[in-house]
Structure formats: structure tokens, C-alpha cells
Nanobody, 126 residues
């Protein structure tokens, strides 16, 4: 049974930083893509970033490129999202997701992911 547990959210001032953590268990994730999504109140869940567990290549939404960094620690089965230069528009619930990836392409759609965490709230004050 796959389990994804996010942590690290909180309240931060604009310009500050947070690091989110996603602890993954229940499977060998070497064939998976791990993604971060976010959902602001009244809005759809949007793609933020993704990483291929094998090889570590990454992709980002344009809105976070240059500010956010996704990474993984194979030994700890953990994925991170380092968020810098945060602004109030980054306020949302952030979700970790896992997608079994038989194809060599990126997955950016919410509906494409197989497993989800419970989410962690990030609030950026102005």
C-alpha cells in the first residue's frame, strides 16, 4: 500500500523560504515520477514540479521556475520541494503525488497521478 506523507508547511512572510517533505512508502519508486501540486481556495489543483525517481531529471511550472527546486533522497525514500522567494500567490495546500511512469514523458495533469498525500498548508503573508 503506497503512502505519501507531506510535511513542512506553515506561515511565512513574503520573500521567505520553506522546504516541503514527502515521505514515500509501500513500494519501490524507481519507476515512478513524483510530483508536487498545489490548490488555492476556490481554484483547481495545479501542477508545480515533478522529478523522475530514476535519474533525477526535473520539470517545473513556469510560475515557480527559478524559485522552487524539487529533489529526492533515494536512501530515505523522500522527495523535497525547496521554495524560495515566496509570495502571497504561492499560498495553497501543497500535495505530493506519485505516478508509475512506463513512458519517457512528463506528467503534469492531476488526473494522471496514481497516489496522493493528504496535503500541507502553505500560507505566505504580504
Amino acid at each position: 500500500q503506497v503512502q505519501l506523507v507531506e510535511s513542512g508547511g506553515g506561515l511565512v512572510q513574503a520573500g521567505g523560504s520553506l522546504r516541503l517533505t514527502c515521505a514515500a512508502s509501500g513500494r519501490t519508486f524507481s519507476s515512478y515520477t513524483m510530483g508536487w501540486f498545489r490548490q488555492a481556495p476556490g481554484k483547481e489543483r495545479d501542477f508545480v514540479a515533478a522529478i523522475r525517481w530514476s535519474g533525477g531529471s526535473t520539470t517545473y511550472a513556469d510560475s515557480v521556475k527559478g524559485r522552487f527546486t524539487i529533489s529526492r533522497d533515494n536512501a530515505k525514500n523522500t522527495v523535497y520541494l525547496q521554495m524560495n522567494s515566496l509570495n502571497p500567490e504561492d499560498t495553497a495546500v501543497y500535495y505530493c503525488a506519485a505516478k508509475l511512469s512506463p513512458l519517457n514523458r512528463w506528467y503534469r495533469g492531476e488526473h494522471e497521478y496514481d497516489y496522493w498525500g493528504q496535503g500541507t498548508q502553505v500560507t505566505v503573508s504580504s
